[in-house]
């Protein structure tokens, strides 16, 4: 089993930038994918951005296009999510999710591509 723990949600002001963490442990394990979605009350759990753990592929959902990044430690078993000028509706629980599928095939799947998740990191965006 893989645990994944994220970390670095909060309370911001809008415009304000959040860093969001996603450490792995327990068995070690290999994956061509790490990746981050969210949840807002209401409404669907939607896919934010993925990252390969073998190369510098990533991709983002438009709605984050520009203003957020991801990116690894592999020698952490870290995935970071550095969230700048955030919005209200950026405001969701933030989930990191481990894939055993390539970037492509996880973005292309979806939800169901990923194997483990987090129990997700509470970010607030204030107006």
């Known amino acids: 089993q893989v645990q994944l723990v994220e970390s670095g949600g909060g309370l911001v002001q809008a415009g304000g930038s959040l860093r969001l963490s996603c450490a792995a442990s327990?068995?070690?394990?290999?994956?061509?994918?790490m990746g981050w979605f969210r949840q807002a009350p209401g409404k669907e759990h939607e896919f934010v951005a993925t990252i390969s753990w073998n190369s510098d592929s990533t991709f983002y959902a438009n709605s984050v296009n520009g203003r957020f990044t991801i990116s690894r430690d592999n020698a952490k078993n870290t995935v970071y999510l550095q969230m700048n000028s955030l919005k209200p509706e950026d405001t969701a629980v933030y989930y990191c999710a481990a894939s055993s599928l390539d970037t492509i095939r996880a973005v292309t799947i979806g939800r169901r591509a990923y194997d483990y998740w987090g129990q997700g990191t509470r970010v607030t965006v204030s107006s």
């Open positions: 327990g068995r070690t394990f290999s994956s061509y994918a």
